[in-house]
């Protein structure tokens, strides 16, 4: 009976949409023309949705297809795990709220990919496994809350991406790989790394196979796959977004942002996903109100700001493992920044900069939380029909089932034994967590930004930047720098993967204190509007999909 309503329902709503077309509600606005859904910003397609120049059942299927030409055939990027089969019949039901009702939010109808440890529900018919065969099928409790503003913003879950197995914290193994995923690649050059975790989320955002696209960080999870991907990234301030429903590795370190193709959408993204979640205490410490980050978005945002420049360990390529080029990019950026009237206070050292580069303290706290955290979702789940219940069950599994999780060149779990073997929240656990925090933030960014009375820091996105705001928690925002010279040594980023290569992004960090994105968001906007990098190159040809609008409406 159940199946039989819904398909009423489905078809009252297909006939609803299509009687507001034959009367011209839904009209087509001849004039303007159809945004390119390679670059399409979110303001445009909420233009587009708002005329009636298209609908969200247009913008699912024209993504949809997107995503069929060269996920899994084509280039085969592997970027989407798998799509939302809800999708469609949300974006009508949406399509036909907004005839009733107008709009809820700048997302409303808006297609957006999420990266597949973040959880939904499972009558929507889609997966949360963290790229991991241990948990196909699995039924979690509840949408992340994260996913939860989304919907109440109207935004259409399209799918999940793929992702570095377990946020890359299972073993030594390439970038962008997981069981279930296979090997995700780079848009920008054939089989390049896209960095990751969050790979997938990435790829699919610097190609348009969804409007915008979130991802994970516990330590440059969101900042090196937008660096490698020609797109923005917002690491936030843990606690700032919620996350509950979330697969995790550490609730001192985990944090949820935007992925996408401009600050502004960023910026839109992380006003609507931003704010307090009784279900995970970290994100009731966060000042209120919660920003609407777009007011932040102006072109003289940098004008008598002083932005230090840390240099020890983070540009010194034979501790960052970076190619040389990384700097000399860099080096133009601070020109431009200082043109747009920013002060460069260079060098602004971080005093525990050689402590931090030697510390084992963050691997302590990470080993501990992921077996705690990662028990607790295994047993807070409705139903997994893998039987794995635990991380110990985890590793057995891996091992039992080497044809789904350990093919040639993808073996080793070393990290999870690792955790394993970890005995809970001991002293010397407690002792690294302290240290982290003084090592990151005390004695790390806090400590130079008081020193040299800066505003923000400001490095080149590869080596060790994430690593300092990890530990403390604190942000980063990622903008595109430039693009690896024709000429760059290609160098072996795993068993199918290359990096760096010739054309591969690069990306710009900027990074504050504990809820500074409001800051780190203008300074952002003002660099990317005045380089416009990102649209100086584009995704290898075969890498682009041709499928528009015009090709479904």
Known sequence: MGAKLLTLFWAWLVLSHSFYVSRGVVSAAITTPLPDLYEASVIELQAGLTSGQFTSVDLVKAYFARIEEVNLQGPVLRAVIETNPSALWEAAALDQERLLYGARSALHGIPVLVKDNIGTVAFEGMNTTAGSYSL????????????????????????????????????????????????????????????????GSAVSASIGLAAVTLGTETDGSIT????????????PTVGLTSRAGVIPISEHQDTVGPITRSITDAAIVLSIIAGPDPNDNFTMAQPMPVPDYTMALSNTSLVGKRIGVPRAVFLNDSMTGNDPYVNQVFEQALETLKSLGATIVDPADLPSAYEIYESNNETVVLDVDFKVQLDAWFNSLIANPSGVTSLEDLIMFDSNNPTLEEPTGYTDQSILIESQATTGFNASYYQSLAFDMELGATRGIDAALEMFALDALVLPAPGYTTVPA????????????????????????????????????????????????????????????????????????????????????
């Open 224 to 235: 090196c796959p937008a660096n490698q991907n020609n797109v923005v990234g917002i690491k």
């Open 470 to 553: 990890a530990i403390a928690g604190y942000p980063i925002v990622t903008v595109p720098l430039g693009f690896y010279p024709e000429n760059v040594t290609i160098g072996s980023a795993g068993p199918e993967t290359v990096y760096p290569a010739p054309g591969v992004p690069i990306g710009l960090s900027f990074l504050g204190t504990a809820w500074s994105e409001y800051s780190l968001v203008s300074f952002a906007y003002a660099y990317e509007q005045k380089t416009q990098t990102r649209l100086q190159s584009k995704a290898y040809a075969a890498a682009i999909p041709t499928t528009q609008l015009a090709d479904v409406i």
């Open 136 to 199: 196909l099928n699995s039924v979690v409790p509840d949408d992340a809350g994260v996913v939860k503003r989304l919907r109440k913003a109207g935004a259409i879950i399209l799918g999940k991406a793929n992702l570095s197995e377990w946020a890359h914290f299972r073993g030594n193994l390439a970038s962008g790989w997981s069981g279930r995923g296979g090997q995700c690649t780079n848009a920008y050059y054939p089989n390049a790394d896209p960095c990751g975790s969050s790979a």
